[in-house]
């Protein structure tokens, strides 16, 4: 039995859930600890990407994915699909240089929409204006309502006439982290 333990949570939900039952474990609210780097550059920024879950933590139906997919393509032209998750194994060298290739992705994107954690962090972190949507998973709108809720360029949100309102008041804005 460990008699001297310390947890750290990144979204109040967790925080609370550990709180109440392991009352007497020492714990914090920490934020992720990406969110401690700026990522901003000062780049031409050209279409929106799309990066969606799809596994069994994807919270938003295909219908609506479609919905989003199409209003991309409509209002911004260039649509890239990215995906976060390595396709291959990674070597521990490359891991920084696999994260700027990602942070780029980011950068490069006028706007962004995502049902992942990271997607969020990304964007905050990169200056890009973001819609995120619901997953399965607590932690995104956890976070969200404990770091971004205030933040004016990224929004949590599935109704659609609430994203296109705010996709025409971010677009074309620089945004700093």
């Not at 914090?28 to 990406?34: A, I």
């Not at 490069?108 to 619901?134: N, Q, W, Y």
């Not at 997953?135 to 659609?160: A, M, P, Q, R």
Request: charged residues 30%; glycine residues 4%.
């Amino acid at each position: 039995q460990c008699c001297d333990l310390t947890l750290t949570a990144r979204d109040k939900i967790s925080y609370e859930l550990i709180k109440k039952y392991y009352p007497d474990i020492s714990i914090y609210l920490v934020p992720d600890v990406v969110l401690y780097l700026n990522k901003c550059r000062n780049e031409s920024r050209n279409g929106a990407m799309l990066t969606f879950r799809n596994d069994i933590e994807k919270g938003i139906s295909y219908l609506l994915q479609e919905k989003i997919e199409k209003f991309a393509f409509k209002n911004f032209g260039e649509v890239k699909k990215v995906d976060m998750l390595a396709d291959h194994r990674m070597n521990p060298k490359n891991r920084e240089r696999e994260l700027e290739v990602q942070f780029e992705h980011f950068r490069k994107s006028e706007l962004v929409f995502t049902d992942r954690l990271h997607g969020m962090i990304f964007s905050a972190i990169t200056g890009t204006p973001c819609v995120v949507l619901p997953n399965k998973s607590h932690k995104i709108k956890g976070v969200y309502d404990w770091l971004f809720e205030t933040c004016e360029y990224i929004i949590f949100s599935e109704d659609l006439e609430e994203i296109k309102m705010f996709c025409e008041a971010v677009k074309g804005r620089k945004f700093v982290y």
